[in-house]
């Protein structure tokens, strides 16, 4: 049997054996390197994709407050209620589809850039018959012969009320007006003689019908 002493001096001798988990030969080192990367690539994407809500949430702010900045102001009144009701229309289609203002929404997205670009389309003819609208305004203001003045005034709002808001209007009335050519009678030859008060034809005497 082994002596106390023995076996604290072979225990203090004791390298170890691998195989056993115990000794002192030593401690795997790990490679953390794969794992450093995939955290600092994880970081990136999620700062990206913070950095583009931010960005899709800024440009949904814009688009919400373009709305209403809109100048809808027009001197046609048909107009103005087409341009109000587009406008109040677009505002609702927003409102009910709140992700219509992100693009990683497609099809939303899509229907209302549609529905955008058809009410900038007709808030711009609007602005366009407005404009013509005053000029030919001005134009009755200043004719002085009261018979055009009413004629002008007639074919112009016969012509608003005849088109539509994509419609341009002519830019003055007067250009609706064309004098219609004089043009002579053919003229004709008829041989007459007078028998009492009764002509019939005879030569060299002309009339224009």
Same mark, same amino acid.
């Given at each position: 049997?082994?002596?106390?002493?023995?076996?604290?001096?072979?225990?203090?001798?004791?390298?170890?054996?691998?195989?056993?988990?115990?000794?002192?030969?030593?401690?795997?080192?790990?490679?953390?390197?794969?794992?450093?990367?995939?955290?600092?690539?994880?970081?990136?994407?999620?700062?990206?994709?913070?950095?583009?809500?931010?960005?899709?949430?800024?440009?949904?702010?814009?688009?919400?407050?373009?709305?209403?900045?809109?100048?809808?102001?027009?001197?046609?009144?048909?107009?103005?209620?087409?341009?109000?009701?587009? =406008?109040?229309? @677009? %505002?609702?289609?927003?409102?009910? #589809?709140?992700?219509?203002?992100? &693009? /990683?929404?497609?099809?939303?997205?899509?229907?209302?850039?549609?529905?955008?670009?058809?009410?900038?389309?007709?808030?711009?003819?609007?602005?366009?018959?407005?404009?013509?609208?005053?000029?030919?305004?001005?134009?009755?203001?200043?004719?002085?012969?009261?018979?055009?003045?009413?004629?002008?005034?007639?074919?112009?709002?016969?012509?608003?009320?005849?088109?539509?808001? =994509?419609?341009? @209007? %002519?830019?003055?009335?007067?250009? #609706?007006?064309?004098?219609?050519? &004089? /043009?002579?009678?053919?003229?004709?030859?008829?041989?007459?003689?007078?028998?009492?008060?009764?002509?019939?034809?005879?030569?060299?005497?002309?009339?224009?019908?």
């Amino acid at each position: 049997m082994a002596a106390a002493s023995d076996i604290g001096v072979s225990a203090s001798n004791y390298t170890g054996n691998a195989a056993l988990g115990g000794g002192s030969f030593g401690v795997a080192q790990i490679d953390t390197r794969p794992l450093q990367q995939l955290a600092h690539y994880t970081f990136i994407y999620n700062k990206a994709e913070y950095d583009q809500r931010q960005k899709d949430a800024e440009k949904a702010a814009e688009d919400i407050a373009s709305l209403s900045s809109y100048d809808t102001n027009t001197s046609i009144k048909k107009d103005l209620n087409e341009v109000h009701s587009g =406008l109040g229309a @677009l %505002r609702d289609f927003v409102r009910d #589809n709140p992700q219509s203002l992100n &693009y /990683k929404n497609k099809e939303q997205w899509m229907e209302y850039q549609r529905r955008k670009g058809d009410f900038e389309n007709k808030l711009a003819s609007a602005k366009s018959r407005s404009v013509m609208n005053l000029k030919r305004e001005e134009e009755i203001a200043n004719e002085t012969t009261p018979a055009l003045k009413v004629l002008y005034r007639k074919m112009l709002d016969e012509e608003i009320t005849s088109t539509d808001i =994509l419609t341009p @209007l %002519r830019h003055t009335g007067k250009s #609706n007006l064309t004098q219609v050519p &004089y /043009k002579a009678a053919p003229m004709r030859e008829l041989n007459v003689s007078e028998i009492g008060k009764i002509f019939t034809p005879k030569q060299n005497i002309s009339y224009q019908t």
